[in-house]
C-alpha cells in the first residue's frame, strides 16, 4: 500500500519560485508530488528517487507539442491548475550542471513567463480598484458601513494584487520570499471577512417602503400609527419622503422611548436621501392628517 | 519583434541550427550547446516559447518526421523569411565585429 498525504499550500504566484524549493525539500524527504491543486497538493512516500521540480505559467495553446518539448529534456508533465500553472519533475542527477534544472534559461522568455501572470494580474488589480474607487464616492456621498465595507475588501485586494503584479513584473525581483505568505494571507483573510462582512450587513440593514392615500376624511387620523420597522445595525440610513396633501401632513418617526427622530408637517413636501443616524431599536412611523392625502415614505 | 531587431541568442542558436536541416527540440538544444562549447543552453520553458513564437512569425514551420521505422516525430523547418532573418543577424553581427576591430 502507497501512502499518500495531502498538504495545503499558502503561495502566491509571485511566490512560486519558494514552492519550488519546498516541492524540491519533500522530494528529497521522499515526498513525491502526485497532484497539484491550487490550494492543497498531494503526495506519494517514495525514499528511493529525488525529483527536481519546474512551475510555468500560461495559457498553453498546443498542449502536446508543449508537453513533447518538455520531454525531449528529461522533464515529466504532473499536471496544471485550473488557472494555468504547469507542474513539471526531473529525476536529480547530482552529476548534471545546475542548468539541466531550468526551464527559462535567458532573460527574455523567463520575463514574458512571469510578463503573462503581471498582465492578468494588472488588469484585475485595476478593475477591482475601480470598483473600490465607486465604492469610495457612493462613501462619501452617503457614508453607510456596507460601502466601506467594500470600498475596504475591494481596496486591500486591488493593492495586494498590484504589489504582486510589481514584482512578477520585475525580471530582478527575488520570487523566493520567506516572509511572503503573510500577504497572501492578508489578501484571503480580507476575501473571507469582507463577503462575510458584505453579506451580513446587507442582511441586517433595514429597507422600508410604505405609501398611504386618502380621500376626504371622515375621521381625521392624529398620530396614528402607519407602520413599525426594528433597526438591527446602527448606521446613517435615508429618508425618502413625499407628500401631497390640501391641508397639513405630520409624518414623524420616533423610537423605542416615544422620542422624535424625524418629523414634519407640510402639504407639499419632497425629500431624498435625507441622512438620519439610526441607534438598534424598534421604530414607529406616525401620521396626522385631516384631509385627503398622500404620502410615500422609503427608508433605506 | 521587428525583423531588423537584434536576435535574442536563444533565437539566433534556434535558426542557426536549423539552417543545417529541420530538426526536433532535442537536437536544437544538443546542437546548440555543442557549437556554444556549453556557453549557451536552452531550457524546454525557454525552447517551447522561442519556437512558438517564430511559427506565429512565420520564420519556421513545424514538419512530421518521415523516416521510416522511426516513431514520427515533430521537427522545426526554417523558412525563407527564417533564412533571410537568420542571414540579416549574421552581417549584423559581422558588422558589429568589424567596427569593434577598426576601433
Known amino acids: 500500500m502507497s ?10 504566484a509571485w511566490n512560486y519560485e519558494n514552492e519550488i524549493e519546498e516541492l524540491n525539500k519533500l522530494s528529497e524527504d521522499g515526498w513525491q508530488l502526485v497532484k497539484a491543486g491550487n490550494y492543497h497538493s498531494k503526495f506519494v512516500k517514495n525514499p528511493d528517487i529525488r525529483y527536481r521540480y519546474q512551475l510555468d505559467y500560461g495559457n498553453i495553446e498546443d498542449m502536446g507539442r508543449y508537453i513533447e518539448t518538455f520531454r525531449e529534456q528529461g522533464w515529466e508533465y504532473i499536471n496544471s491548475t485550473y488557472n494555468h500553472w504547469h507542474y513539471f519533475r526531473k529525476v536529480y542527477d547530482p552529476s548534471l550542471p545546475a542548468s539541466s534544472y531550468e526551464i527559462f534559461t535567458d532573460r527574455e522568455s523567463l520575463k514574458e513567463m512571469t510578463g ?21 464616492i457612493m462613501l462619501i456621498r452617503m457614508p ?26 520585475d525580471p530582478d525581483a527575488n520570487r523566493n520570499r520567506k516572509g511572503d505568505t503573510k ?18 450587513t446587507s442582511a441586517l440593514h433595514t429597507h422600508v417602503y410604505s405609501t398611504q392615500q386618502a380621500g376626504s376624511m371622515d375621521s381625521p387620523k392624529t398620530d396614528e400609527v402607519w407602520n413599525t420597522f426594528t433597526v438591527r445595525l446602527p448606521d446613517y440610513y435615508y429618508l ?7 391641508s397639513p401632513v405630520t409624518v414623524t418617526i420616533v423610537d423605542e422611548d416615544e422620542e422624535t427622530v424625524f418629523t414634519k408637517t407640510s402639504t407639499d413636501f419632497h425629500v431624498e436621501n435625507m441622512r438620519l443616524p439610526l441607534s438598534r431599536g424598534e421604530y ?11 404620502v410615500t415614505f422609503a427608508l433605506d | 519583434m521587428k525583423k531588423n ?9 534556434i535558426l542557426l541550427c536549423l ?5 526536433h527540440g532535442y537536437g536544437i538544444m544538443q546542437m546548440t550547446e555543442k557549437l556554444s562549447k556549453g556557453d549557451v543552453t536552452i531550457g524546454s520553458g525557454t525552447m517551447y516559447g522561442a519556437t512558438g513564437n517564430m511559427m506565429k512569425k512565420g520564420w519556421i514551420r513545424e514538419i512530421m518526421s518521415d523516416e521510416p521505422g522511426v516513431e514520427r516525430r515533430r521537427l522545426y523547418q526554417l523558412t525563407e523569411s527564417g533564412r533571410e532573418v537568420l542571414h540579416e543577424e549574421i552581417a549584423r553581427l559581422r558588422r558589429l565585429l568589424e567596427n569593434a576591430e577598426e576601433v
Open chain 1, 3 to 12: 501512502e499518500y498525504k495531502t498538504r495545503y499550500k499558502a503561495y502566491s
Open chain 1, 116 to 136: 503573462r501572470w503581471a498582465k492578468t494580474a494588472f488588469v484585475m488589480s485595476a478593475v477591482i480598484g475601480l470598483m473600490a474607487l465607486i465604492y469610495l
Open chain 1, 144 to 169: 453607510q458601513i456596507l460601502y466601506l465595507l467594500l470600498f475596504l475588501t475591494l481596496g486591500i485586494e486591488s493593492a495586494v494584487l498590484f504589489r504582486g503584479a510589481l514584482i512578477m513584473n
Open chain 1, 183 to 200: 500577504f497572501l494571507y492578508v489578501f484571503l483573510i480580507v476575501l473571507v471577512l469582507g463577503c462575510a462582512g458584505i453579506i451580513t
Open chain 1, 240 to 246: 425618502d419622503l413625499d407628500i401631497g396633501s390640501v
Open chain 1, 284 to 294: 414607529k412611523l406616525l401620521l396626522s392628517a385631516s384631509s385627503g392625502f398622500k
Open chain 2, 5 to 13: 531587431e537584434p536576435l535574442s541568442e536563444s533565437y539566433y542558436y
Open chain 2, 19 to 23: 539552417s543545417k536541416g529541420a530538426n
